[in-house]
């Protein structure tokens, strides 16, 4: 017969080889598939001025594209047959010194549809390797790497017509609606400045739009204190490592997790929209429960101006789909 300690001692062992090994599977998924499983995220929100048409916003986000990564490349690739009227670029598109002409040819077709783009930490600054635990426990630690070469982003997609809206106002026209639109530059790096912008937003505009790339509390207060009827913003990769049913545990920001990722209301009337984005750092290249997304927006008018979330009260669930 064998001893009490020994079998004791052969069920903790046996306990601690299959936590060991459900952790392995699990960092092989995030790792593997989850991070390859692109998907497009279709969500209707109710902002436009009463009486507008509608439009379709095609929000991209956290490209961090390294040369190599020919998938999601080919992924993008295919988002124009969405056929947006308008796309939204809210930033961090490089990981890599030379991954500009991969960002541009993957955009290739919807650079010729309008489009709109403020730039994030990870276009100024390539990534820097660190701990995986800052993730969570200290996520928003700023780490910059080498500079990147986001002029000659810029400069390419400026030259096919998208707007640069870094501290920018502009009033455009996107199928007969005319939206006023203002940027600020990227707040995660403190380069934002709002009071370059700031002023009520055009009554007379179909949609007011601010963009930032982090959705930071101090910007999101100031647009909405302008009246802004909609903001979007990407950075927090829709939290990368999510728990199920709970969600999303950090926004690397002072955003509240709970709106890690889609829309919700920012104060009396104004919403939010935030991308979980497409990409990673290289060097935390994992993601879990928070699949890597593109969103298409279809913005239709408010009874009330702005305000109303339609199906979301507080944080509602987007009808997804995938492609
Ligand atoms: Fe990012």
């Given at each position: 017969m064998l001893a009490r300690s020994t079998v004791l001692k052969d069920s903790a062992t046996l306990a601690g080889s299959l936590a060991a090994g459900s952790l392995a599977a699990g960092v092989a998924y995030a790792t593997l598939i989850e991070r390859n499983a692109f998907v497009v995220r279709e969500t209707t929100m109710p902002v436009l001025t009463p009486g507008s048409s509608p439009l379709r916003v095609l929000h991209l986000s956290?490209?961090?594209?390294?040369?190599?990564?020919h998938r999601k490349q080919a992924w993008i690739r295919e988002?124009?047959?969405?056929?947006?009227?308008l796309v939204i670029n809210t930033g961090d598109n490089l990981a890599h010194p030379k991954a500009v002409p991969s960002v541009v040819q993957a955009l290739s077709d919807l650079l010729a549809v309008p489009g709109l783009f403020v730039f994030g930490s990870n276009d100024y600054f390539g990534p820097q390797p660190k701990n995986p635990t800052n993730y969570i426990f200290r996520p928003s630690r700023r780490i910059t790497g080498e500079p990147l070469p986001w002029q000659d982003l810029r400069a390419a997609f400026t030259e096919r017509g998208w707007l640069d809206m870094t501290h920018m106002r502009r009033e455009i026209e996107v199928k007969g609606q005319l939206i006023a639109v203002a940027g600020v530059d990227d707040p995660h790096l403190s380069r934002d400045r709002y009071e370059t912008i700031?002023?009520?937003?055009?009554?007379?505009?179909?949609l007011t739009l601010g963009l930032t790339h982090a959705p930071y509390t101090r910007v999101l207060d100031r647009f909405a204190a302008d009246g802004y009827q909609l903001v979007l913003a990407g950075?927090?990769?829709?939290?990368?490592?999510c728990l199920p049913?709970?969600?999303?545990?950090?926004?690397?920001?002072?955003?509240?997790?709970?709106?890690?990722?889609g829309p919700s209301r920012w104060g009396a009337t104004m919403q939010l929209h935030v991308s979980a984005g497409l990409g990673t750092s290289p060097y935390a290249p994992y993601r879990f429960c928070c699949r890597p997304e593109a969103t298409l927006l279809t913005l239709v008018a408010s009874p009330t101006g702005g305000g109303a979330l339609g199906s979301r009260a507080g944080m509602s669930r987007p009808a997804v789909s995938a492609r």
């Open positions: 956290d490209f961090h594209m390294t040369p190599g990564q988002l124009a047959g969405w056929e947006p009227d700031a002023g009520p937003a055009s009554p007379a505009a179909n950075h927090t990769h829709g939290g990368q490592l049913f709970k969600g999303a545990l950090v926004t690397n920001c002072d955003l509240d997790p709970s709106r890690a990722k």
